[in-house]
């Protein structure tokens, strides 16, 4: 039987925007329910998905107002960047497309697409016809009773929240989608998307990766399941609790945000270049302790050096850098010189500091992170790249007393991570212990480079001094 574009999302994709939906999509388009919500894997279609239904309900509708909340702000400005793209292919609808901007989409129909983050400032005032959900669980339980009552003055609204597993058995995506699997009726109903959903796995790969991954693994990022924690550094429980920043700052407002350490991890092939600012709360806890946090992390793909050397220059104009730590491994000894040069010519001379990111860095600095963790003095935001990434975090102990600790490459990016990494790094001298010294064991040679030899080892153009202001923190 044919079904008019105008009320079936599915036909919608086939002749108006000419990308057919797989059986598995279709199936969670056509549903009447007024809750839709979907726990997924890799690779299965979920961004396409909702940018097909946002684009139905917005070309389909008069006036409609499409609300888009997601985790982080790159995932709102990817997910509207789809419903653009796939209208402007669209012969049928580009000419419908009256203003594309990074946060929403207007057709000529009087019909909206709004994409945001996640913050009760952007979402609260809204009346919507369709809320989508994304990384829904990665959202605060706060941003969800704030996004929620947008349904409720317009006739027929509806939701759908979609999402990687993670977070505790009572957080309201794990609940929603466990009473829409169990009992799925006009109200709730839930799908789960394993990786092997889409028509396109490899499934000879897909056994392969099922033999060769930990289980923990595969069954989180393939089979899209809620998994314990045995092998990883850092627990979804205390990352979870940790997460209670709740929308980043940006840097045109990184004043705000008083002095800040940064870490910068330089991308190579498939990873991403990415930046994490750590800030101290001017509060200090009940017991006297200097309390930290996020505001600010970006991850930036397929984005060359120079052009991102160019951004952490803009973000310096922001926000106020005493020390912007940089990984001088391999690919990223070239561009710290060229980022500490561009930094001094704008009058930052002593603000980039190369490192070397060796074993010991790395379980000095984590083990820090997990100090401040245990004693709620870290706060994190729920940025689904940082949170998935240190999740992603494993241990081994080395013969030699030391400690490995990774993102394994089978689990994806750690480039987010690693800067949060260098970001403690750099602060760390800011709450160190007696016995302590710059983020180092006094008196230890274990392959970390004191500063000066690194700056030595690089042939540095610049004199960068001492390290400038972050004795000052």
């Not at 990415?274 to 006297?288: H, I, K, N, S, Y």
């Not at 220059?313 to 040069?341: D, I, Q, W, Y």
Request: glycine share 8%.
């Amino acid at each position: 039987m044919t079904t008019s574009p105008a009320v079936d999302p599915s036909a919608s994709a086939d002749r108006l925007l000419g990308t057919p939906l797989w059986q598995h999509q279709v199936d969670l388009v056509r549903s009447p329910a007024r809750y839709r919500v979907v726990c997924a894997g890799r690779q299965v279609g979920k961004s396409r998905t909702l940018a097909v239904l946002a684009l139905h309900e917005a070309s389909t509708k008069r006036d409609a107002l499409v609300l888009i909340v997601s985790a982080g702000e790159a995932a709102s400005k990817r997910l509207l960047e789809d419903c653009a793209a796939l209208a402007l292919a669209s012969p049928l609808l580009r000419g419908s497309v009256l203003d594309e901007s990074k946060s929403q989409l207007t057709l000529s129909n009087g019909s909206r697409i709004l994409s945001v983050p996640a913050s009760q400032r952007q979402i609260r005032g809204w009346s919507v016809d369709l809320l989508i959900i994304d990384e829904a669980a990665f959202i605060d339980a706060e941003i969800w009773r704030a996004a929620e009552p947008a349904i409720i003055a317009r006739p027929g609204s509806r939701v759908v929240l979609c999402s990687t597993p993670w977070g505790s058995a009572d957080h309201f995506f794990r609940q929603l989608w466990r009473r829409g699997m169990d009992a799925p009726d006009e109200m709730v109903a839930a799908w789960h998307w394993p990786s092997s959903v889409s028509p396109l796995v490899d499934a000879a790969l897909l056994e392969h990766w099922r033999d060769t991954w930990p289980a923990r693994e595969f069954a989180t990022e393939v089979m899209a399941e809620w998994v314990d924690d045995s092998g990883a550094y850092f627990s979804t429980a205390e990352l979870d609790a940790a997460a209670t920043v709740e929308a980043m700052v940006l840097p045109v407002d990184g004043a705000s945000a008083g002095g800040v350490v940064g870490g910068v991890d330089w991308g190579f092939s498939r990873d991403a270049n990415a930046l994490t600012v750590l800030a101290a709360r001017p509060e200090l806890d009940d017991r006297g302790r200097r309390r930290f946090w996020v505001p600010y992390v970006r991850e930036a793909f397929g984005l060359a050096y120079d052009d991102w050397i160019d951004e952490l220059a803009e973000t310096a104009s922001g926000f106020t850098f005493e020390r912007l730590v940089c990984e001088s491994n391999g690919v990223g000894a070239m561009p710290s010189m060229v980022l500490a040069k561009r930094f001094a010519q704008g009058g930052l001379r002593d603000v980039v500091e190369p490192v070397t990111t060796t074993a010991v860095l790395k379980e000095t600095a984590f083990g820090w992170a997990r100090v401040l963790l245990a004693q709620g003095r870290l706060a994190l935001p729920r940025e689904p790249s940082l949170l998935k990434q240190l999740r992603a975090l494993e241990f081994e102990q080395l013969a030699s007393g030391g400690m490995r600790i990774a993102v394994p490459d089978r689990s994806g990016h750690d480039d987010v991570a690693m800067s949060f990494c260098l970001a403690l790094h750099g602060a760390l001298a800011a709450d160190v212990p007696e016995g302590w010294e710059g983020g180092e064991v006094v008196g230890s040679t274990d392959d970390v480079l004191a500063q000066d030899d690194t700056y030595d080892a690089l042939e540095w153009a610049v004199d960068y001094g001492d390290g400038g202001g972050w004795d000052r923190w």
